[in-house]
């Protein structure tokens, strides 16, 4: 404690004498250990072949669209079936089809990444010229950086969050970059993938770049002007910046000819964020604005932006309604599935529920996938209590498609040892690893109590603690009293010893200077 206390006072004698530099700019590590991507030894999980006999194939199958099969061909290392998606992309004519089915599968992988990077890495080690392994690659990084970080303000991320963020970014920078100069879907994808790391690290005219680059790739893809729309919003760009971008994609919509409709959902979006009304607390106010917004221009943009203030009200009728509409305009739109079984759930109807809480995981919505397992394990939708055999089976489907949520179940498969299965703590390990990497709070739990006891690994000790205190973070209850006997060395006690440390040396060249 008074070795502590000496090094403030060093540290505050330090900062008293540096008019010039901030904080921050002194004291900010480089670089991090970064736990978060190492795996202690541990191997990639491997999902079984599908049970079809234990999974009713005829709710599965409609699902099993392209992005859904390209995800399962990178996890079981069939690199021919996932090359297949990305020839099949540039080999699509209609320019609109194939950014829209670029849009589905990063939005599909949003909060995915570092559950795939494993699986990334290993495509690109067997095949190191493929260009598609690179892309995923980078996406798997893209997104393995926003984790890190959050999406909430600057203000309100940890100091190590921004490091590991930054970092993981770099490494994805590196990646893509150079993929930017093709004009291909290697290139668009590419430009997805930065978009929201060049924004949150300040480099917002990058970004709008990027957006301005994927319009251009699809110039009549009218979800492109309208997701471009939110760098106009007033709290990101300044008033100036936000006219001129709002003015350049009205232009550009106009230049190649969007449907009037697009045109004044456009208009409306511009409006929208430039007002800021997309930023009011109360839910109650946008929903009238919506309605009039949908009934002015009904178009699947404007529904999906009611259905979310609908929701937050509990006007669940209304929230089937527009999710019906949402469907009917994206058979794979798997918000609208997630929303109407939460919704038919909360009204009772619960002979609808499981069709849309499947249709919803399959297709990429984690939260879905989590509501599957604990219908199984609380009997609820119309599942019988404890049919644990039943549950593996579709626990190792949500694991071949990428879901974190049936990682973690997959990993208590082997703790708790479900019929004809044997407790495995290694096993078990290799699957927490894997749901504490898509975010799960009860793996990320789970492997730091079970790494130290299934592997030697050097770095096993820091993994270990990694995870737990994710978990914390997350509130997890028997993660926040462990994570307290073990707490993370903040860069503010790192910036305070180091200051201590310049200090005491500075003392020592003045000592010994003639």
Known sequence: MRLFLSCMVLA??????????????????????????????????????????????????????????FRAAVIGADYAEAQKFWDTLAQERDANVRMRNLHAMHFAMRGKGLYFLGYAQAWAAAQPDSVAAKTFLGLALSDAAIAARGRQFT?????????????????????????????????????????????????????????????????????????????????????????????????????????????????????????????????????PYWKQRNQEAPHLFNVLGWLIYERS????????????????????QTYSYEQRAIANRAMGRMEMVLKDTLAAAILGNDYSMSSLVQGYVRGTLGFAPGNLTQLRAYCNMGASFGMPAAANCMGSVYTDGFPGVKRDDHRAAIWHLLGARGGQSNSQHDIGVLLPRVSKHPDAQHVSQFWMREAARQHHTYAKQKATKDPEPETDTLCAAKLAKDALLQKAKQVVSP
């Not at 670089?31 to 999974?55: C, E, F, H, V, Y």
């Open 313 to 332: 009200v509990e006007n669940w009728p209304e929230v089937v309604r527009l999710a019906d509409l949402g469907i009917a305009a994206n058979p794979y």
């Open 12 to 69: 505050m004698f330090a900062l008293s004498h540096t008019s010039s530099y901030s904080q921050e700019a002194i004291c900010q590590p480089e670089k991090l250990d970064d736990w978060g991507l190492r795996d202690a030894g541990l191997p990639l999980a491997q999902p079984d072949a599908l049970d079809m006999k234990t999974i009713d194939a005829s709710m599965v199958g409609p699902y099993l669209n392209d992005q859904v099969k």
């Open 155 to 287: 203000s309100e991320t940890s100091r190590n969050a921004m490091i590991l963020f930054r970092q993981r970014a770099a490494q994805a920078q590196t990646i893509l970059e150079p993929l930017l100069q093709r004009n291909d879907v290697y290139a668009w994808s590419a430009h997805i993938s930065l978009l929201d790391g060049y924004f949150f690290q300040g480099l917002d005219e990058k970004a709008w770049r990027s957006q301005e680059a994927l319009i251009a790739a699809a110039p009549g893809y009218g979800f492109g002007y309208f997701w471009a729309a939110a760098y106009t919003d007033s709290i990101w760009a300044s008033t100036r910046v936000a006219n001129r971008r709002a003015e350049r994609l009205k232009a550009l919509a106009r230049l190649n000819q969007l449907p009037k409709n697009e045109l004044l959902v456009l208009e409306q979006e511009l409006n929208y964020r430039m007002g800021g009304l997309a930023r009011t607390a109360n839910p109650e106010q946008p929903r």
